[in-house]
């Protein structure tokens, strides 16, 4: 699990803490570096009832949120092999890694389908 602590930042009130790595479907692993700032998810107020955002899918938030700000990933340690990715695949290993980590299958359907829709003003920006 990415280890977090709170950041100064309003839009993006987490940071990671150390450097952190996660297995994609692919067979890859991705590294987060220490001092990533994230939302988890950028999900309207009154909405956070229905859909809980932390836990055991803070995870998967933070390697979509990393993928839309970077386009792609680090494939070592020191971060300097980087892969970059689409939308559509970012999008999608959210929502394989919502499932590997144990999400219903209509959640990560929900969270799947309202990054597809709505995601495409955040990414790359």
């Known amino acids: ?7 100064v930042n309003k839009k993006c009130p987490y940071m990671v803490a150390k450097n952190s790595k996660i297995v ?7 590294y987060v570096h220490a001092g990533f700032l994230t939302n988890y998810a950028s999900i ?6 229905f859909l ?5 899918y803070r ?4 390697m979509h949120d ?16 980087f892969v970059a990715v ?17 999400s ?8 799947y389908k309202a990054v597809k829709y709505f995601g495409g003003f955040s990414f790359l920006k």
Do not use: C
């Open 24 to 30: 994609l479907s692919n067979g890859d692993t991705m």
């Open 52 to 56: 809980n955002h932390i836990g055991i």
């Open 104 to 111: 219903e299958k209509w959640r990560a359907d929900l969270y």
């Open 66 to 81: 990393y993928f839309y700000r970077y386009g792609g990933y680090f494939t070592d340690s020191k971060l300097q092999n």
């Open 1 to 7: 699990m990415i280890t977090i602590v709170p950041s």
């Open 59 to 62: 995870d998967s938030f933070i």
């Open 86 to 102: 689409s939308r559509r695949f970012a999008d999608r290993e959210m929502w394989w890694q919502m499932r590997e980590r144990g």
């Open 44 to 49: 309207p107020s009154l909405l956070r009832f």
